[in-house]
């Protein structure tokens, strides 16, 4: 089983930079594809990004792609997302998720529910 906490959310201008963190505990790290999703008030959580356990593969949302980055650290058990060019429209809760795929065939699954794991969520608020 794995545990996951995210940290650095906050407030920001539209145009500005942010880096989420999301520390992992328990479970082999190593063997799980991650994930960031988003949630903003009354909306379904939406996929933002993956990244298979090796970090070879990535997939993103179109919404995201060429301004968010998805990086991890195996050995720190660590997954990091880098956020340029912020827009008002990228305001939600950030949540952190992991699925069990030592076979790095799931990094295109974009539907929330099958991610085993997930974060407490961190807040990103973009003012315009």
């Known amino acids: 089983q794995v545990q996951l906490v995210e940290s650095g959310g906050g407030l920001v201008q539209a145009g500005d930079s942010l880096r989420l963190s999301c520390a992992a505990s328990?479970?082999?790290?190593?063997?799980?594809?991650m994930g960031w999703f988003r949630q903003a008030p009354g909306n379904e959580r939406e996929f933002v990004v993956s990244?298979?356990?090796?970090?070879?593969?990535?997939y993103y949302a179109d919404s995201v792609k060429g301004r968010f980055t998805i990086s991890r650290d195996n050995a720190k058990k660590m997954v990091y997302l880098q956020m340029n060019s912020l827009k008002p429209e990228d305001t939600a809760v950030y949540y952190c998720?992991?699925?069990?795929?030592?076979?790095?065939?799931?990094?295109?699954?974009?539907?929330?529910?099958?991610?085993?794991?997930w974060g407490q969520g961190t807040q990103v608020t973009v003012s315009s």
């Open positions: 998720a992991a699925i069990w795929d030592p076979l790095s065939i799931k990094v295109e699954n974009t539907q929330s529910a099958s991610y085993n794991y």
């Open positions: 328990g479970g082999t790290f190593s063997s799980y594809t």
């Open positions: 990244m298979t356990r090796t970090g070879r593969t990535k």
